[in-house]
Nanobody, 115 residues
Framework: QVQLVESGGGLVQPGGSLRLSCVNS????????MGWYRQAPGKQRELVAG???????VYADSVKGRVTISRDNDKTTLYLQMNSLKPEDTAVYYC?????????WGQGTQVTVSS
């Protein structure tokens, strides 16, 4: 069973930056399309960004131009660089396969954007 461990969240002021990481315990990480998802209180989980096994990326309109998804297959790690953060980015962020989460969800990492 693949385990996903997200980290890097925290409290940041509007306009600030964070870099999220997700370590994947599986050995076949490189063949999977991966994504970052988020869930705000009272809302459904939504896709933030996705990256294919070949490196093609897709972003939600709400974050386009402000976030960058990347991956290091040798380290089996997925990253999300988030800049110009807004209060509406506040949520728990998760990683999983893209476009649907096929594995058990990790604990996520909390991102709070507030002054």
């Amino acid at each position: 069973q693949v385990q996903l461990v997200e980290s890097g969240g925290g409290l940041v002021q509007p306009g600030g930056s964070l870099r999220l990481s997700c370590v994947n315990s599986g050995t076949m990480f490189r063949i999977y399309n991966m994504g970052w998802y988020r869930q705000a209180p009272g809302k459904q989980r939504e896709l933030v960004a996705g990256i294919t096994s070949g490196g093609d990326t897709v972003y939600a309109d709400s974050v386009k131009g402000r976030v960058t998804i990347s991956r290091d297959n040798d380290k089996t790690t997925l990253y999300l660089q988030m800049n110009s953060l807004k209060p509406e980015d506040t949520a728990v962020y998760y990683c999983n396969t893209y476009p649907r989460g096929l594995w058990s969800w990790g604990q996520g990492t909390q991102v709070t954007v507030s002054s």
